[in-house]
């Protein structure tokens, strides 16, 4: 299974130095040019340490950069006439067709467009789920990420949150 990645995702889980749950993913684990000019190329200018953060783990291969054609996309087509959508999150969904990949995105308007172009997504939360079901992060560890993503600014209903503290208490069963 391929992955394309947004920047919220990219954003939190550098915020909360848990990255590193990316690695367990199958691969090919990409970003369009468009995420990437928008967290790294402009993060870095801004100074933000997790653009730092996502510029080491593209140059160390944890995701790839890749161009996304929309010159010749119906998909491209579509989307580029939904409001809700920056130009990142176009290339987002239409790199995931083009690829019949899973988009990691955590918007409602992304993911409400992905569902009407049936394209698969998957969020921020599900990756530190993932990471805790797989054995790569201690439910406590899981926990401390979804948190600290949280008071980084990261965006989760109270009633989600709550799921998510549920779903990681019985994966620690």
Same mark, same amino acid.
């Given at each position: 299974?391929?992955? %394309?990645?947004?920047?919220?995702?990219?954003?939190?889980?550098?915020?909360?130095?848990?990255?590193?749950?990316?690695?367990?993913?199958?691969?090919?684990?990409?970003?369009?040019?468009?995420?990437?000019?928008?967290? *790294?190329?402009?993060?870095?200018?801004? /100074?933000?340490?997790?653009?730092?953060?996502?510029?080491?783990? *593209?140059?160390?291969?944890?995701?790839?950069?890749?161009?996304?054609?929309?010159?010749?996309?119906? %998909?491209?087509?579509?989307?580029?006439?939904?409001?809700?959508?920056?130009?990142?999150?176009?290339? %987002?969904?239409?790199?995931?067709?083009?690829?019949?990949?899973?988009? %990691?995105?955590?918007?409602?308007? /992304?993911?409400?467009? @992905?569902? *009407?172009?049936?394209?698969? #997504?998957?969020? #921020?939360?599900?990756?530190?789920?993932?990471? *805790?079901?797989?054995?790569?992060?201690?439910?406590?560890?899981?926990?401390?990420?979804?948190? @600290?993503?949280?008071?980084?600014?990261?965006?989760?209903?109270?009633?989600?949150?709550?799921?998510?503290?549920? #779903?990681?208490?019985?994966?620690?069963?």
């Amino acid at each position: 299974m391929s992955w %394309v990645f947004d920047a919220t995702p990219l954003i939190y889980l550098a915020k909360a130095e848990r990255l590193g749950v990316i690695e367990t993913l199958d691969e090919p684990r990409v970003v369009p040019e468009a995420v990437h000019r928008e967290v *790294v190329t402009a993060g870095v200018e801004q /100074g933000y340490d997790d653009a730092r953060r996502i510029e080491r783990a *593209v140059e160390e291969g944890l995701v790839d950069v890749v161009a996304v054609d929309t010159d010749d996309s119906p %998909v491209a087509t579509r989307l580029a006439r939904h409001p809700g959508l920056s130009d990142a999150d176009a290339a %987002v969904l239409t790199c995931a067709a083009a690829r019949d990949a899973v988009a %990691v995105m955590d918007e409602s308007a /992304g993911r409400s467009a @992905a569902e *009407v172009e049936d394209v698969e #997504t998957r969020g #921020t939360a599900y990756l530190v789920l993932a990471a *805790v079901q797989d054995g790569h992060l201690s439910t406590p560890e899981g926990r401390d990420a979804i948190d @600290a993503m949280i008071d980084h600014g990261w965006y989760v209903a109270p009633d989600v949150y709550t799921k998510i503290v549920g #779903t990681l208490e019985s994966l620690g069963d």
